[in-house]
C-alpha cells in the first residue's frame, strides 16, 4: 500500500516564498504612473515564479541528510533573470540589491554595495539605514514587519541608485 505524503517546503524556502511575493506587492504598488510600468512587471513576473519555485522545491538530500543551505534553481534562477533586468533597465529605479533579499532566508547573505566615489557622510548614513533595515528583516518574523522592511529597503535601494547617479554627474 503507497500513500502519497504532501510535501512541505522547507522554512528557509516558505521563507524565500513569502518574501518574493511581499517585494512582487511592492512593487505592483508603485504600478500607477511609473513610467517604466512594463519593467516593474518583468520584475514582478519574475518575483511571482521565484516564489512557486520556493513553494514547490524539494531541497537536496546527501547520503540521507536534508540539505536546506542551497538555493534551489527552481526559485534562484527567476531571481537571477530579475538581478539582470535591474542592471540592464537601471532607470526603472530597482536596484539589484533588492532581489538578494529573497534569498536571504537560505543563503544569509545580502547584496554588497560599491562604494560612491566622494559619498562623504550622505553616502554613509544611507549605508547605515540600509543596514540597520537589513539587520532587522533578518531578525523580524510577523509578517507586517516583514513587508514594511522590504519596502523600506526599496526605497532606500532606490535613493542609493539616485545618489550614485548624483555623484557621477
Not at 526559485?75 to 534569498?103: C, K, N, R, W
Not at 532587522?136 to 513587508?147: H, I, K, Q, V
Amino acid at each position: 500500500m503507497t500513500t502519497t505524503a504532501t510535501r512541505t517546503a522547507p522554512y528557509a524556502y516558505r521563507q524565500c516564498a513569502a518574501r518574493a511575493r511581499d517585494l512582487a506587492d511592492i512593487l505592483r504598488t508603485r504600478l500607477d504612473g511609473h513610467p517604466h510600468r512594463g519593467e516593474l512587471l518583468v520584475f514582478i513576473g519574475h518575483l511571482h515564479t521565484a516564489a512557486e519555485g520556493f513553494e514547490t522545491a524539494e531541497p537536496l538530500v546527501m547520503d540521507g541528510v536534508t540539505v536546506t543551505n542551497v538555493t534551489p534553481a527552481e526559485g534562484h534562477l527567476p531571481l537571477l533573470m530579475a538581478t539582470g533586468h535591474a542592471a540592464d533597465h537601471p532607470e526603472a529605479g530597482i536596484s539589484q540589491a533588492v532581489f538578494a533579499y529573497v534569498t536571504a532566508p537560505v543563503t544569509r547573505r545580502t547584496y554588497r554595495l560599491e562604494p560612491l566615489p566622494g559619498g562623504g557622510r550622505e553616502d554613509a548614513e544611507l549605508r547605515t539605514r540600509i543596514a540597520l533595515a537589513e539587520h532587522d528583516l533578518a531578525t523580524e518574523g510577523d509578517p507586517t514587519t516583514r513587508y514594511a522592511l522590504l519596502a523600506t529597503l526599496v526605497q532606500l535601494h532606490r535613493d542609493f541608485l539616485a545618489r550614485g547617479g548624483q555623484v557621477a554627474a
